[in-house]
């Protein structure tokens, strides 16, 4: 069975950290460009980070400032984003996304042009919630 996992989602103080973990079953990682997305209520989903294949390329919004930081471990076949200095505004859903096929040309294409495009796998979510 292909499928994404996300573990690591929580609630945290204004100012914390947290880290997401995403595992992929049925399929090998390493092949996939990877990338982390989120939607907040009421908003529509965004691209926060996105990795190609080697991982030698990144993509992060611009709104998080250096805050998080997206990793690979390719002998686990998962996948991190590491948040820092989280605000109440990070609040929402966060989604991790892999995809192996050619329709991505940039790891910036990955991340805002899902919609249009596709993506191959999607996990199903995890909430983070940074509240006082």
């Known amino acids: 069975q292909l499928q994404l996992v996300e573990s690591g989602g929580g609630l945290v103080q204004p100012g914390g950290s947290l880290r997401l973990s995403c595992t992929a079953s049925?399929?090998?990682?390493?092949?996939?460009?990877i990338g982390w997305f989120r939607q907040a209520p009421g908003k529509e989903r965004e691209g926060v980070s996105c990795?190609?294949?080697?991982?030698?390329?990144?993509y992060y919004t611009d709104s998080l400032k250096g805050r998080f930081t997206i990793s690979r471990d390719n002998a686990k076949n998962t996948m991190y984003l590491q948040m820092n200095s989280l605000q109440p505004e990070d609040t929402a859903v966060y989604f991790c996304a892999a995809d192996s096929s050619p329709r991505f040309t940039t790891v910036h294409a990955m991340c805002t042009m899902s919609r249009e495009l596709g993506m191959d796998y999607w996990g199903n979510g995890t909430q983070v919630t940074v509240t006082s």
């Open positions: 990795m190609n294949r080697f991982g030698d390329r990144t």
């Open positions: 049925g399929f090998p990682l390493s092949r996939a460009a």
